[in-house]
């Protein structure tokens, strides 16, 4: 490809340089009277013309060659890059293929039917600790009943020691209490016994 190119440069500038010599003809024969002397130079023009047809008939051919050729070498290089993905493509199965060799689908559900049993079992180890020790509830029509029973037992009962028990209790003090004392004198004395200083 790259020596096609060079040569569609080359070609370009020969083509170039005829264009140059046509354009000095051409101004030649604008300037010219018809006669020999023009026909001459006419021809000459002719042949240039002739030269730069035949150059642009390569330029053509050259294009198209480097065209098909660039067209080749992506079709060869989209094969190469198709068959290095489908090796990698057959190391990929094949790898799968070993790799589910050491799986088998009974030990899988075995295995899943022991968890399954084992998250059961945890299950039922915490609803167990999870049990409730606390007292039954209890109905509040039995509860009025069995008070009003034991007020007629203690109406029943004829030991009344525990009333004298009762009586026997010290009294209740009365009043308020205060922080003044008077000693044996009748004086006036604080918590610590000694006298207190009357109020101005």
Known sequence: ISKSKQKSESIEKKIGRLDAELLKYKDQLKKMRDGPSKNTVKQKAMRVLKQKRMY????????????????????????????????????????????????????????QDQLEDMMEEAG??????????????????????????????????????????????????EGIPSDSKTNKDGVLVDEFGLPQIPAT
Not at 85 to 97: C, D, P, Q, R
Not at 139 to 162: F, I, K, P, Q
């Open 56 to 111: 642009e008939g390569q330029r053509e051919q050259l294009a198209q060659q480097s065209f098909n050729m660039e067209q080749a070498n992506y079709t060869i290089q989209t094969l190469k890059d198709t068959k290095t993905t489908v090796e990698a493509m057959k190391i990929g199965a094949k790898e799968m293929k070993k790799a589910y060799k050491d799986v088998k689908l009974d030990q899988i559900d075995d295995l």
């Open 124 to 173: 039922e180890v915490q609803e167990s600790l999870s049990r409730s020790y606390g007292t039954p509830d209890i109905d509040e029509e039995d509860l009025e009943a069995e008070l009003d029973a034991l007020g007629d037992e203690l109406l029943l009962d004829d030991d009344s020691s525990y009333l004298d028990e009762a009586s026997a209790a010290p009294s209740i003090p």
